[in-house]
Structure formats: structure tokens, C-alpha cells
């Protein structure tokens, strides 16, 4: 009877394992939409033999709870790049936005396109028009009005570059805000995980820690570093400590030169969020370092050609006799050049076209006003007394010795150089995310034997890649000969 | 055959990211096709692709990086088989042999 009741008892026992281990498979299923839901597998124990007059009968069963399927290499590179990506992502959507400044509609005039290339060339041309009839009052109201469509669409451009980083600072400090919710969190759960599960897997709870890493990681570059008993401590990638296992470290904004920035306790930690991950880091990179680029650039710019114009406006003679006037607004610096251009002269007899010495109905200035869009070097600058009381000597210029159209040219040029570096990365920390996760839902779903076919997939993936790439290269390089030769012959 | 370059690398780039390893073997199969033809097209053929090169310098350079990534994801994955690997090692004992045995019937 014995052996009978030791039978049906190992056999019980088998049955409560089975269903315990059903039910994980129920609650996997259950989960399976839940983000972040990590999946569990059923952990068997052996149970001590049934002896029987000192021979060991059978052994049972028993099911002694769920373990997660998680890798915590894996979903830390994922959450690595994920950081990267969303940095990049947050980045690029900036430039694209800055880039649609300088990017004329097509079909539309310059004046509602905001080109500012063309406005640049047709203000210059006016001064053409203007040589071949200085008195022309036509011609003269012409270069007025091209003066004004140009001063508006750099001012206009410096105001939305304004208007794209004030925004950009709301976000910072709204996403400031995200972060501390979720690190407070992570520190919430982390006490819990280190007490209800020191030594193993906590499940559910790992779960939503994992969660809001990876949310945490859209945000902000961070670092992970694993601490005793399942705790988790999280450092930004500059090494300030938003995490140490039960505390979170709040960030508070403060306001510096009128923009907001970070602080951990009283230490200001903008710079070292800056390119360091995160949708965070993107719009940092772009609020501190794209827009201000460009603006300095537009101010130069704006500087460069009033400057330069006013000057040559000085040395002629206007429609009156008398010697001209400033044309734009001057500006007693570079900085905010852009922001404030406009036009000064509302008189068109103002606009000196004839040279000094000549009759107001000559045209020398003209013709030396018209030269300034087409030479990198402008006579009038040598010995030139700017606003700030410097003096240029023989060979400086305003505009890095190229011309206007040039000086612009290059900006817009650089502009697009950047959005394409950046743009190329994003293609690639995407692509690299995706990757991670197809590998990590593989892994968080499958045994061991699918484990390695996951992990076939990659290697296989690569290898056939490497082969496009190296064939496409070859390619690539014998259309270049053979385009070459052709053009030769 | 279609011979547009920039479609052959944003699709490579594609399948890279979705690690289709079926279309990559595809469109391996159509590069060496086309690197075979190469010097049989005609002269203005030649003269597109040449073009093509030269403008689609971008999607190279992106693909290459997407490659590069997956080199690194693929060597964040090798670490972790071995490291895989070196825990099924340690298991090999009486009670974790059991417990392998007993995993088995349990999906059974």
C-alpha cells in the first residue's frame, strides 16, 4: 500500500506542477500586448526518492514558480541604443525644421519663399539696374525694396531660429520633468525588488524596472550600473548620480543667460547632457549648438552687408547732391545683427549712385555698390572704421573673404552637410534598435534551440550584408572607371 | 534588371535593419549579377551607373554604418552565447541535469 499511496502521490505532485506550470503559460499569453512584459518559464525542483524498505522509488516533481526570460546585456545595448537613437532622432528633427527656413518653396517669388540666396542676388542687381539710369526714380525705389525684402527674410529667418529655440527650451524642462518621475520610480522599485527578491529574478517587478529604463533611456543618456541584492543605480553619461538604488536624485531647472538648464542638487548638468543620449541630449545639441551656429552665421552675414553697403553708400553722392546716407540700420555689433536688420532709408534720392566728384546723375557708386555682391574683397573696407571702434587693415573682410551669395551659399551648404551626417546616423542607430529588438523578443520567447537560430539569423544577416556591401563597393568603383574611360574616349 | 543603386542600398539597408537574411541573399545574388554584366552594359548604361555612384554616396555611407552596427550588435550577442554557453557548463550537475530532463517533459 505503501508504494500505491507513494505512486499516487508523486503522481499528485506531477499534476500540481502541470498546472502550475499551465498557468504560467496563461499568464503569458494574458501579457503578451503588456510593453515591457518579460515572458516566464516554469522552474522544476526534484523532490527527495520515496524509500521503500531502503530501495528509492520514483522521484517527484514540484513547480517552484515562474522565472523571466530576460538578458540584461541585451536590453542594456538596447537601451544604449535606443538612447543614441532617440538623441539623433530629436537632433535631426530640429535641423529639418532649421533646414525648411533656408529652403525656398518652389514656385513661389523670393519674397514669400524667404530666399534669402535670391534676395541677396536681387538686391545686388538693383545696383546694376540703377548704373544704367541713376536717375531712374523706378530703378532707385528698386533697390529700396530689394533691400527690404532682404533685410526681412534674415531678420524673419532669425526670428524663427529664435521662436525654434525658445520651444526647444519648453521641452527641456518638460522632459526634465519626465525624468524625475520615472527615476523616482525606479528608486521605488528597486526597495521593493531588494526586499522581495534579493537573490532572484523579481518578475513582474523587474518588468516595470526594465520599463521604465527603457523609457528613461528615449529621455536621457544614462548609465546602469547593478548593485548588491537586484538593485539597480543609474548614473546621466557624464557620471551625475539621478539613481542610487532606493534614492532618486531629482533634477530642478534653472534659468542661466535666459534659457533654461539642468541642476542635480546645485551643480549645473547641461553640458554633460548635451550630446549625451536621449531625446534630452537632442534638443540640447540643437537649442546650444545648431540654432546658436546658425544664427551666428545669419548675423555675420546681415553685419557683413550693411556694413559694407552703408559704407560704399557713404562714399557716393545721392539723387540730392549731397554725400549718402546708411541704407540699413547699423548695428553696433555683430551678435543680433540678423534679428534687427532692416531698412534705414525711406527717401529712394537718398540711394548714392553717382561717385564722388561726379554730378548726382553719375553712376561710379553705383557701379561700386553693384561690385559688393561680386567681390569677396571690397575696396571700401580696407581702413574701414566699424562700429565697435575697430579699424580693418589691407586684406580683412566681413564675410570670411567670400562674397555674399558665396558666404550664404556655404552656411546653406554646411546646414545640409550636418542634417546629412545626422540624418545618416539616425538611419543607423534605428536600424540598430530594431535589430536589438528583434533579438530580444526572439530571446524573451523562445528555448534555447531558437535561441541559437535567433542568433543564426543576425550572423547570417551580417554575412549576406557584408556581401552586398562589398560587391556594391566593386561596383561602384568600376561604373566610376568605366563612366571615366568613356567620358575619354 | 534595375540598375538604380540608391533603391539596391536604402533596400539592403532595409532588410539589414529587419535582419531578413532571405532578401539580403537576393540582393547579394543581383550585385553580383550586375558586377558580372557591368562591363558588357552599354556605354550610356555605364555612364548612369558611373552617375549613380557618385550621387549615392550618402546610402553608402549609411549602409555601411548600419552594417557596423550590426557587427557590434552581433558581437554583444557572441559575448552573450558564451557566456550562455559557460552557465550550461556549470549546470552540468546531477540536480541540473534533472532539472533539463524534467523542462523537457514539462513542454511535452
Known amino acids: 500500500m505503501a508504494t500505491i499511496n507513494s505512486a499516487f502521490g508523486i503522481m499528485t505532485q506531477a499534476l500540481d506542477a502541470d498546472q502550475a506550470a499551465l498557468s504560467i503559460v496563461a499568464n503569458n499569453v494574458a501579457n503578451a500586448s503588456t510593453p515591457g512584459y518579460t515572458k516566464e518559464i516554469p522552474q522544476w525542483q526534484e523532490d527527495a526518492p520515496v524509500t521503500i524498505n531502503g530501495a528509492p522509488y520514483g522521484q517527484g516533481v514540484t513547480e517552484t514558480g515562474p522565472r523571466s526570460v530576460r538578458d540584461r546585456v541585451l536590453t542594456e545595448r538596447l537601451d544604449q541604443q535606443q538612447q543614441l537613437a532617440s538623441a539623433s532622432n530629436a537632433r535631426l528633427s530640429a535641423l529639418d525644421t532649421m533646414q525648411t527656413l533656408f529652403t525656398p518653396d518652389s514656385g513661389s517669388t523670393s519674397a514669400t519663399a524667404g530666399d534669402i540666396g535670391n534676395d541677396i542676388t536681387a538686391f545686388f ?101 547593478t548593485t548588491e541584492n537586484n538593485g539597480l543605480s543609474i548614473t546621466t553619461t557624464s557620471g551625475d548620480l539621478l539613481v542610487s538604488e532606493g534614492t532618486s536624485f531629482q533634477m530642478t531647472n534653472g534659468t542661466v543667460d535666459g534659457i533654461t538648464h539642468l541642476f542635480v542638487g546645485t551643480k549645473d548638468i547641461t553640458s554633460g547632457l548635451t550630446g549625451g543620449g536621449g531625446e534630452l541630449g537632442g534638443d540640447l545639441t540643437a537649442r546650444d549648438q545648431d540654432i546658436p551656429s546658425s544664427l551666428a552665421s545669419l548675423d555675420q552675414l546681415a553685419y557683413g552687408i550693411s556694413t559694407e553697403v552703408n559704407a560704399q553708400n557713404n562714399a557716393g553722392i545721392d539723387m540730392n547732391g549731397q554725400a549718402g546716407g546708411n541704407i540699413f540700420s547699423s548695428s553696433s555689433a555683430v551678435t543680433g545683427s540678423a534679428l534687427t536688420m532692416s531698412v534705414k532709408m525711406t527717401d529712394a534720392n537718398g540711394v548714392a549712385a553717382a ?135 | 534588371m534595375d540598375t538604380s543603386l540608391k533603391t539596391l542600398m536604402l533596400e539592403a539597408s532595409a532588410a539589414l535593419s529587419r535582419l531578413d537574411s532571405a532578401r539580403l541573399e537576393e540582393l547579394a545574388l543581383s550585385c553580383q549579377a550586375l558586377n558580372r554584366e557591368l562591363p558588357s552594359l552599354s556605354r550610356d548604361k555605364q555612364m548612369d551607373l558611373a552617375r549613380q555612384s557618385r550621387t549615392t554616396t550618402a546610402q553608402m555611407v549609411a549602409f555601411k554604418r548600419i552594417l557596423e552596427a550590426t557587427k557590434a550588435n552581433l558581437d554583444v550577442m557572441s559575448r552573450l552565447r558564451d557566456l550562455r554557453e559557460g552557465r550550461l557548463e556549470y549546470l552540468v550537475s546531477d540536480s541540473c541535469r534533472w532539472i533539463r530532463t524534467e523542462s523537457r517533459h514539462g513542454d511535452n
Open chain 1, 125 to 225: 542687381s538693383s545696383f546694376t539696374t540703377l548704373e544704367a539710369n541713376p536717375t531712374n526714380d523706378a530703378d532707385r525705389q528698386g533697390v529700396l525694396s530689394a533691400a527690404a525684402t532682404l533685410s526681412s527674410d534674415i531678420s524673419g529667418a532669425a526670428s524663427s531660429l529664435n521662436a525654434q529655440r525658445s520651444d526647444l527650451d519648453q521641452e527641456v524642462a518638460g522632459i526634465g520633468g519626465q525624468v524625475n518621475s520615472l527615476t523616482a520610480s525606479i528608486a521605488q522599485l528597486n526597495q521593493q525588488i531588494q526586499t522581495s527578491s534579493p537573490e532572484a529574478d523579481a518578475g513582474t517587478l523587474e518588468d516595470q524596472r526594465e520599463e521604465d529604463v527603457s523609457q528613461l533611456s528615449n529621455l536621457i543618456g544614462i548609465n546602469q550600473i
Open chain 1, 355 to 489: 561717385g564722388s566728384g561726379q554730378g548726382s546723375g553719375g553712376n561710379l557708386n553705383a557701379t561700386a555698390l553693384a561690385n559688393l555682391g561680386n567681390v569677396s574683397n571690397p575696396p571700401i573696407l580696407n581702413g574701414l572704421t566699424l562700429s565697435d571702434g575697430q579699424t580693418l587693415a589691407a586684406g580683412q573682410t566681413l564675410l570670411n573673404g567670400q562674397t555674399p551669395s558665396d558666404y550664404f551659399s556655404s552656411f546653406v551648404s554646411s546646414l545640409g552637410s550636418t542634417v546629412s551626417e545626422v540624418q545618416t546616423e539616425n538611419t543607423a542607430q534605428t536600424a540598430s534598435v530594431t535589430q536589438l529588438q528583434t533579438q530580444n523578443d526572439a530571446l524573451s520567447s523562445v528555448n534555447l534551440n531558437d535561441e541559437a537560430s535567433a542568433m543564426s539569423t543576425l550572423e547570417t544577416s551580417y554575412q549576406a550584408a557584408a556581401k552586398v556591401f562589398s560587391i556594391l563597393s566593386t561596383v561602384m568603383t568600376s561604373a566610376l572607371n568605366l563612366g571615366q574611360e568613356t567620358t575619354v574616349s
